[in-house]
């Protein structure tokens, strides 16, 4: 440090004299042999004095004794003590040490689990129906535990930490001074600790032990084969693993009471929760949800159990500022901006999406986005090049951000966060001297060098380390030297909700002259007429009784048809972080409502195809797979806006060659069941298991017993408050599940695919369960050689209640069509024939009373359509939910066009900067990482393995 | 269009025919939509021993003339699949029903239709909807052989082959990036820079150019003759396609493999045609320009980019028609395109709903595919020379409601049974359980 350098000699040359020789009484005196200790006193002279955020003195001096700031003295204030150190320090700003709430820490860094690579979701779509990939079983880890490996909230930082010298280095060189460093692990993954970037004995850098529990919505990770390996999935596991707790206490505070009876077991894991979920204790917990959705997921999931959260941002919050703003907690908010990225032709930039434009011109605006609602701690976190953290905060702070905000984040904020703020974050008498030096009089230009920093009152120059892992390779090595950077201006890119929510809301709406297929006992009204009120059907018929007064909109729709909304009871279009839990051959308790998407564009093009209700499964992995939701196509409303919340729940069931893994390769031979014979038993063996705990649950003699969220779905279903919708194929298959639910006495919701069901129409019918089927899709697996396309009708003419389903996000664009197909095959009537995507499946789903056809009463979801609904000339005009407006086809073009600009604009702008930017290989392919909202698991997907190229 | 009045229609006496006289037929419809020269209301055909003769209104008959009147039914020439691995899969998940896909990346003599297996269950249900003809093709590296035209009844694949090396297939380089951030690998190591890709994707391209290169020099050492000159199968495979005798069937999805494969065909001299052809609407203009015809199998593809209109691909067909782009429908390759021949119908049915004229529409199953693959002679319209192949529908064959209810090939009546109407037969028949 050449400017420290010239500054000490200086100053002992200057005022030397008059400074008393140096007591050596706060030295602990080493061994001879090892480097004395420097001196405990010092005073650090002339400098700007950042005291706190927004409190500054000019021309102050700091008094550090004994690793403690003993005061700070304003300009010309005398009072440096003799014995103290003095550091000339004119032209120098000094901060209270930089805190960074959530690093983590070596070679096994956690990487953020915000984004994902994978294609985009609306470029493809539909699930597999030839099996989907497994995983291992075995939840590998030794020694006492948590059963799933992923939870070990028993991990501690704290016992095993030994930072890298090098690392800790370079993060003093950015201004740091203490981090809280993170587990990496896992789901529950442990607790931090808040430690002191200085060197040695890590016993005496550590401030405090356990910060806090870390929990993180991550599938990913070494140990991540078994289950959970969805996203619903490690929901599932969040909300066991407490319940699991809470029943860990309760049973040893039973065998208290009761020291004969049944010893508790010892678990470490569920022990370590205690003081997360005791009320007395109450230790707060970081949720990395890795999503915006799963942002208000984890603040509900935290409500749900008891959790007072921190949450880690993801730098996606654009998408959902309403529903982010709603998020009642503190925020860490990583500063990982994408760079453009270098694409060798002018061809590549055809495969830059708007979606990703709009990423990388919303990301710098994230953390004023955040500050706006939220107390905000800011983290190099998710950084592959920590050298960029200066620079991405000056970009923050260039699109909103406040330096007083920014400092505030990296003190103040953390300090409180961290329970630490009486001893760091800002330079008050009495506090740990943490201080961070920079040259000139402002951190946040990144062209002022950082001069050094302080811990507890020891003095590290920065020596400008080496990088500590680059990720600038050869490519971009030229580009070390240092270029002009072009600055990006301001944001351009647009709000998603610019282009979503209801087109129009009017009160009342009239329909006029049109063909009406109510798909009620009034059928098919030609020249008819509807009138809507607040949302509901209040007349169709003729002619209509004249209104009193009229405030709203008339359509004339001469030579059009109404229908009622189309509704698909097959769906997978609207999931968030993969469609199947395939771990587990019960996986009852994962929830589909948990990871509803609605930020997927299917939303759009099926309103587009006159759809407004989707039944959304889960895959067919397992016999018994996850809890399905019904949804309206609300489009623009969030994931809970998007839920049917009168439809009664439901779960996923599967038979047949899925569930007994014969399409998954030759490996996969060890999990019960491999044969249908297994699956009936697996069937009566969870049925029976669910009957005991619901008897159980009875019984008042007995010590605490365990919620288990599996056998609660199940029980459920035989209390009949939860309808089965059961992946089906074979007839054989299909009639001895019937017999064995019926054994329960449980009445099936609906087959679904039932490709074989015309075999059994009559067994089917009798039973009462609906038939939900492909129109004509068949011969792709073995169990589906005798689908046929008829037998939609077949099963209807011996009256079971059939829907024709889309399992498939293109198809579900045109389910009028598909209707069609039972008039092609099998001569069912037209009017039946539209019923198989209107009234049928609402039946099935029973949310009939509300959807499904053009009644009185009924939400009055509709659409409109150019002329007759099985023409295949037909083109769907408008699609209405509730009396709003949500498709009208006129409008679509211009929305495209709007669409196309944005993206011109967005491109033109990156491209001014694209390839000058200093940034690194992983910062500029970071650009093409996509939202987990807008990825799309590519193994689940049947049409992304469908087209060769 | 489904309540249309019964016809009378003596199917069992005309298969009963001895064929080896010559026969006359004229048949009566309430329309002929020829394909070629628009749709003939209350239309006669007249066929001689399985030639078109006459198409009019009122075409005189003999008295040797068996008159079979279709009543109310609708003609169209049989439709014929444009690019499909018919024959060559059976089940997608059973691997040995599987022969779509071969190994290696430059076959050219491998040959698709000595491998259909004339007894598959999916080509009698491709039938039931009015195909009488697929081309079959080879799947696997980049230049995967040649296909051939079938016709889909018949007693063995030498018996069904109406053309052999209908076309040489060559599934162009992928040329997008792969954009996988190197952050997300397992192996970082494994990451290709943008650069390094383009080099990968330039050389693939050359590689196909030198394929071409040396396929020229074989063909002139083989003219030039000479006791050193020895027959190599698979140089033997390329000959006809730089004759031009047969055309190159390019598939590619992505509009710089399109913009890129016509460019290397018009240096090279090359006649093709393109197949898949996702992005092709993109590039209309320019495939008007160098007369490449498009199959296109991506109706119902999702849209690619989130600008994209949401239509797109009901536009597609439409767009590159009224740019002057000769243009014919399918389904994808492989497994589940060979299983949903039968909805190629539909899909120029939308196209035709999003702009596609209809007699377009028609001639996108019929007589563009026919000129395609060189058999327009023959097949593709209701034209007098023409073979009688062709179907009755009662109604609109577009309209999914409607049903083919007749099929003749060459003037021979064709089942129109199937797995699937032999299972509805049985089960429509069951009878209640007994309780």
């Not at chain 2, 008007?288 to 690619?304: C, H, S």
């Amino acid at each position: 440090m050449k400017s420290t350098l010239l500054g000490r000699a200086a100053l002992a040359f200057l005022i030397g004299q008059f400074i008393p020789p140096v007591s050596l009484q706060a030295n602990e005196i080493l061994p001879p042999g090892q480097r004395p200790r420097p001196l405990g006193a010092h005073a650090l002279v002339g400098a700007r004095v950042v005291v706190k955020p927004g409190a500054v003195l000019e021309g102050a001096t700091i008094i550090i004794r004994n690793g403690r700031i003993q005061a700070v003295l304003p300009k010309g204030q005398a009072g440096i003590p003799a014995d103290a150190r003095a550091w000339e320090m004119k032209g120098k700003t000094i901060y209270a040490g930089f805190i960074d709430p959530y690093l983590s820490l070596g070679e096994d860094k956690a990487k953020p689990i915000s984004n994902k690579w994978t294609v985009p979701i609306d470029a493809r779509a539909g699930v597999s129906f030839t099996g989907v990939p497994t995983t291992k079983t075995d939840m590998g880890r030794k020694g006492p535990g948590y059963e799933i490996a992923g939870v070990r909230p028993e991990h501690r930082v704290a016992t095993e930490f030994s930072p890298p010298a090098k690392e800790v280095a370079a993060l003093r060189a950015l201004g740091f001074t203490a981090a809280n460093v993170i587990p990496t692990e896992g789901i529950y993954r442990g607790t931090g600790t808040l430690a002191l970037f200085g060197e040695g004995n890590p016993n005496k850098l550590i401030l405090r032990p356990d910060t806090m529990q870390h929990l993180a919505f991550s599938t990913t990770g070494k140990r991540a084969e078994g289950y959970p390996n969805s996203l619903m999935g490690v929901i599932a596991v969040i909300r066991q693993t407490v319940f699991d707790a809470q029943h860990y206490y309760a049973i040893q505070a039973w065998h208290k009471a009761h020291p004969t009876d049944a010893r508790p077991e010892y678990n470490p894991a569920l022990e370590a929760l205690r003081p997360v979920l005791a009320k007395n204790l109450k230790q707060q917990i970081i949720i990395e949800p890795g999503s915006v959705l799963m942002l208000n997921r984890a603040q509900v999931l935290a409500a749900e159990l008891g959790f007072d959260p921190i949450l880690v941002a993801t730098g996606q919050e654009w998408r959902r500022p309403k529903l982010t703003k709603q998020i009642k907690t503190p925020f860490i908010v990583p500063v990982v901006f994408p760079a453009i990225p270098e694409l060798p032709e002018e061809d590549d930039w055809n495969q830059v999406s708007l979606d990703q434009l709009r990423a990388w011109d919303w990301a710098p605006e994230i953390p004023a986005l955040l500050q706006r609602d939220h107390a905000i701690a800011l983290t190099t976190h998710g950084l592959s090049d920590r050298k960029a953290f200066r620079k991405n905060i000056a970009r923050a702070i260039e699109r909103g951000l406040t330096e007083q905000q920014a400092l505030a984040a990296l003190t103040t904020e953390p300090a409180r966060f961290m329970g630490v703020e009486k001893q760091i974050g800002t330079i008050e008498k009495g506090k740990l001297a943490n201080l961070t030096v920079v040259d000139g009089d402002s951190w946040f230009d990144p062209e002022n060098k950082i001069d050094s920093v302080w811990i507890e009152g020891r003095h590290f120059a920065n020596d400008n380390p080496k990088p500590e892992k680059s990720d600038n390779d050869r490519e971009d090595a030229q580009d070390e030297k240092k270029k002009a950077e072009p600055k990006p201006g301001p944001r351009i890119a647009k709000s998603p909700d610019a282009f979503r929510g209801p087109l129009l809301t009017p009160k009342n709406v009239i329909i006029q002259n049109a063909t009406i297929w109510t798909c009620g006992p009034e059928g098919v009204i030609t020249n008819g007429s509807i009138r809507i009120a607040n949302g509901r059907i209040v007349e169709v018929g003729r002619k209509l009784s004249p209104p009193e007064s009229f405030d709203g909109i008339i359509i004339g729709a001469k030579g059009m048809h109404v229908t009622p909304g189309l509704i698909d009871c097959h769906s997978h279009s609207m999931i968030l972080g993969g469609v199947n839990e395939g771990t587990l051959p019960s996986t009852a308790m994962v929830r589909i409502g948990d990871v509803v998407n609605s930020e997927t564009g299917n939303i759009y093009s099926q309103l587009a195809g006159g759809l407004t209700t989707a039944n959304l499964l889960h895959g067919s992995a397992n016999p018994i797979g996850g809890q399905n939701q019904v949804i309206k196509l609300r489009h623009g409303a969030p994931p809970d806006g998007l839920k049917f919340a009168k439809a009664p729940p439901g779960i996923k069931f599967a038979l047949g060659e899925n569930v007994k893994q014969s399409n998954w390769g030759d490996d996969k031979t060890t999990r019960f069941p491999q044969t249908r014979m297994g699956v009936k038993t697996f069937f009566n063996n969870r049925f029976t298991a669910a009957r005991q705990y619901l008897a159980d649950q009875l019984r008042e003699d007995v010590a605490p017993m365990r919620r288990n969220l599996e056998l609660e779905a199940i029980g459920e279903i035989i209390n009949g408050k939860r309808l089965i919708h059961c992946h089906s194929y074979r007839q054989d298959e299909m009639l001895i599940f019937m017999r064995t639910m019926e054994r329960f006495g449980v009445k099936i919701g609906t087959l679904q695919h039932v490709l074989e069901g015309y075999k059994i129409a009559d067994e089917i019918a009798a039973h009462g369960a609906g038939a939900s089927t492909f129109s004509d899709w068949w011969a792709y697996k073995f169990e589906v050689y005798d689908a046929i396309p008829y037998a939609g009708s077949l099963m209807h003419a011996r009256g079971a209640v059939v829907s024709f389903n889309s399992d498939s996000s293109d198809l579900a664009r045109r389910m009028n069509l598909e209707a069609a197909k039972a008039v092609k095959y099998g001569g069912t009537s037209e009017e039946d024939a539209l019923k198989f995507v209107t009234i049928n499946p609402a039946k099935q789903l029973q949310i009939d009373q509300w959807v499904g056809s053009l009644e009185v009463g009924k939400d009055a979801d509709f659409v409109l359509w150019s002329g007759h609904p099985l023409s295949t000339q037909t083109i769907c005009e408008q699609t209405w939910i509730e009396g709003k407006q949500y498709y009208d086809r006129p409008k679509a073009p211009a929305r495209a066009k709007a669409l196309a600009a944005e993206r011109d604009a967005l491109l033109a702008k990156a491209r001014k900067i694209g390839g000058k930017e200093n940034a690194g290989v992983a910062a500029r392919s970071a650009f093409f990482l996509r939202a987990l909202e807008k990825a799309h698991a590519l193994n689940n997907c049947y049409e992304c393995r469908k087209v060769k190229p | 269009m489904n309540k249309l009045i019964p016809i009378l229609f003596a199917a069992a006496t005309l298969q009963a025919q001895p064929q080896e006289q010559p026969q006359t037929v004229l048949y009566k419809a309430a329309a002929i939509h020829t394909a070629d020269k628009g749709t003939i209301r209350n239309g006669q055909m007249l066929v001689t021993d399985g030639i078109i003769q006459a198409v009019g209104q009122n075409i005189r008959a003999t008295r040797q003339t068996k008159i079979v009147d279709l009543g109310e039914l609708h003609l169209y020439p049989g439709l014929i699949a444009a690019t499909t691995s018919l024959g060559l899969t059976e089940i997608n998940a059973v691997r040995a029903t599987q022969d779509t896909t071969e190994v290696g990346e430059f076959t050219p003599d491998v040959e698709a239709w000595v491998s259909v297996n004339p007894d598959s269950e999916l080509i009698p249900v491709a039938r039931a909807n009015g195909f009488t003809h697929a081309l079959v093709a080879p799947m696997g590296g980049s230049i995967t052989g040649a296909s051939g035209l079938i016709k889909l009844a018949g007693w063995g694949v030498e018996d069904m082959t109406v053309k052999t090396h209908a076309a040489l297939h060559l599934w162009w380089p992928v040329m997008s990036l792969n954009t996988r951030p190197k952050q997300t690998l397992r192996d970082p190591d494994k990451y290709k820079s943008p650069k390094e890709q383009t080099r990968t994707r330039d050389k693939n391209i050359k590689a196909i150019d030198e394929f071409f290169n040396e396929a020229e020099a074989y063909a002139r050492a083989r003219k030039a003759g000479g006791a050193d000159f020895k027959k190599v199968p698979a140089w033997e495979g390329m000959l006809s396609a730089l004759s031009g005798k047969q055309p190159i069937m390019v598939h590619a999805n992505e509009v710089r493999q399109i913009k890129t494969a016509v460019a290397w065909a018009k240096r090279r001299k090359l006649k093709i045609v393109l197949a898949a052809s996702r992005d092709a609407w993109q590039v209309a203009d320019l495939l008007a320009k160098e007369k490449v015809p498009v199959i296109f199998d991506n109706v119902f593809t999702l849209p690619q980019r989130d600008t994209d209109p949401h239509d797109i691909h009901f536009r597609a067909a439409g767009i590159l028609h009224k740019a002057g782009v000769k243009i014919a429908h399918s389904e994808p390759m492989g497994s589940w395109g060979a299983s949903r021949v039968r909805n190629i119908v539909y899909a120029a049915g939308k196209s035709m709903a999003y702009g596609l004229p209809r007699e377009t529409a028609l001639r996108s199953l019929t007589l563009h595919p026919a000129q395609m693959l060189g058999v327009a002679d023959r097949l593709g319209s209701l034209t007098p020379k023409k073979e009688a192949t062709f179907i009755a529908v009662n109604g609109d064959i577009f309209d999914i409601r409607a049903n083919v209810k007749h099929m003749w090939i060459a003037g021979k009546k064709i089942s129109l049974q199937s797995r699937h109407t032999r299972l509805y037969e049985k089960y429509k028949n069951r009878p209640k359980p007994i309780k």
